[in-house]
């Protein structure tokens, strides 16, 4: 398995992110992918299920015809934001290797990890554009709670979302915000799906490893939507899908 | 020290124009560009292109041109095409010693930039009623006298005698060798490039703002092409193109 070192670092202002050198791709089309993990205390008891769910993603991702295409980025988050990996080709990343245990603890920075994702992505995407790269953004977020922790608001979140779609670099920017044993806070993520500008909610209900199995099917179909609407320059589909 | 870009888009189906590229057993591109008034001319571009690799690239032979049409005519007796299935023009460019070699059999356009230089000097070759004089007429000698007896090819360009010396050799090929240490990149394009609806100059002038490493031509023409579709601008043919980068000049200022 080949082993990242040709990364960047690249500062944006309250926080960094690394990214894959943009000498080192050899595609003319990316899709940024950033993929937001809640790891509160909250989530005590199925965090891995988690991280079975985020290697099944990789996996899954791994197979679509456009993999080669595809840029992924990992956050968890709990009071803070942690950047497990920054965006990586796809056959850089070992799924079984790549993702440590994950350790629930602290409370929910949701919107300051949402933030982290949209503005890296952002700034990365302008990077690849300035160099004649095709490129769009998903941002997927999946979360069991309300937001207590963030200095970031989910206007400022709109606001980046906003600037994006006005600065014309990008192909596309699409949010999906994931609610997990959201029963007590389906409404409070409605309203932060409307206040930060996202385009889905998908509340997935009480967590079952079966559940957990599936949103990993979910997470690598929209990726492969999006990558597929990059090539037909047509709005990314979300998935249907029910848990 | 040279990297290799490519860039193939049809206008029509099928793509009458075809393209390849190769770095063994020294840097190389290849065109063809069919004739689009003749049936399958986009099997015999592309069977011209492969024969005129093995000739001219793979082999060195003599009259590379005439072995090449020459397979091409005998393939397509086999595949029973019909014989206008060959009009197509070819495109060359090589590095060849210290020189980069660009042939013409027939119309197209190529272009080059010195080192540090922003704009491109390019030439185009064009012929009278835009019938151009194809690599197949040599297999027929009343129009091969036809074209030795009437030259009927027109050169347009801007600034490429700087650094460029042109030829014609045998009938229809026209041949420009440039020196490869004062070169950072050279290109070879089908008469596409001039379906646009707006000069060479212009749209070669947009596509040389080549950025970053990489498939650096193919990234750059995805964005004029839709930065020209946004003004409702598309080619009005088929367009490929295809550049030999000097990657130890590539980007450097001219001081």
């Known amino acids: 398995m080949p082993r990242l070192t040709d990364e960047q670092t690249v500062n944006v202002g309250s926080f960094q992110f690394s990214a894959i050198g943009i000498d080192k791709l050899s595609e003319t089309q990316y899709t940024l992918v950033t993929l937001i993990v809640d790891i509160t205390g909250s989530v005590s008891g199925f965090e891995n299920d988690l991280l079975r769910m985020i290697q099944e993603s990789v996996r899954g991702c791994k197979k679509s015809p456009r993999a080669d295409n595809i840029l992924l980025r990992v956050l968890t988050f709990n009071t803070d934001v942690y950047e497990v990996h920054g965006y990586r080709l796809l056959n850089q990343i070992d799924e079984n290797a790549d993702y440590p245990a994950l350790r629930p603890a602290g409370v929910t920075a949701l919107y300051d990890a949402t933030f982290n994702g949209l503005k890296a992505a952002a700034e990365y995407g302008k990077q690849l554009a300035d160099q004649d790269f095709d490129a769009n953004v998903l941002v997927i977020v999946i979360t069991d709670g309300a937001d207590n922790a963030s200095s970031c608001t989910p206007s400022v979140i709109k606001g980046v979302i906003e600037d994006i779609h006005k600065n014309e670099l990008l192909a596309g920017v699409k949010t999906i915000l994931i609610g997990v044993n959201d029963k007590s806070c389906r409404t409070y993520l409605d309203t932060f799906k409307t206040g930060g500008g996202l385009d889905e909610y998908v509340s997935m209900g009480d967590v079952t490893p079966q559940k957990l199995a599936k949103l990993a099917g979910f997470v690598s179909k929209s990726v492969s939507s999006s990558s597929q609407s990059l090539m037909t320059g047509t709005p990314a589909a979300t998935p249907a899908f029910t848990f | ?255």
């Open chain 2, 1 to 255: 020290m040279f990297s290799i870009d490519t860039f193939l888009k049809g206008a029509k189906e099928p793509c009458e124009d075809y393209i390849l590229a190769g770095s063994e057993p020294a840097p190389h591109i290849i065109l063809s560009d069919g004739c689009s008034s003749e049936r399958h001319t986009d099997v015999g571009a592309r069977l011209l292109a492969h024969a005129l690799k093995r000739y001219a690239i793979d082999e060195q032979a003599l009259m590379p041109v005439y072995r090449a049409i020459t397979a091409t005519a005998a393939c397509a007796e086999t595949l029973r095409l019909p014989e206008g299935a060959m009009t197509a023009t070819l495109g060359l460019i090589r590095e060849r010693g210290d020189s980069l070699w660009a042939h013409l059999y027939g119309d197209g356009i190529v272009f080059y930039a010195l080192k540090g230089e922003k704009t491109p000097r390019w030439f185009r070759v064009e012929y009278e009623g835009n019938m151009p004089c194809y690599p197949c007429y040599l297999l027929d000698r009343e129009t091969k006298k036809l074209f030795e007896e009437r030259d009927r090819r027109a050169i347009t360009g801007d600034g490429y005698q700087a650094a460029a010396s042109l030829f014609e050799s045998v009938v229809g090929e026209t041949v420009c060798l440039l020196p490869t240490m004062m070169v950072q990149y050279v290109g070879i394009a089908s008469d596409g490039l001039g379906s646009f609806g707006l000069s060479v100059q212009e749209v070669l002038t947009d596509i040389c703002q080549f950025k970053g490493a990489g498939k650096r031509l193919q990234r750059r023409m995805n964005r004029v092409l839709r930065d020209y579709a946004v003004r409702e601008i598309t080619p009005g043919d088929d367009l490929s193109v295809g550049v030999l980068f000097n990657e130890e000049m590539f980007g450097e200022s001219a001081g």
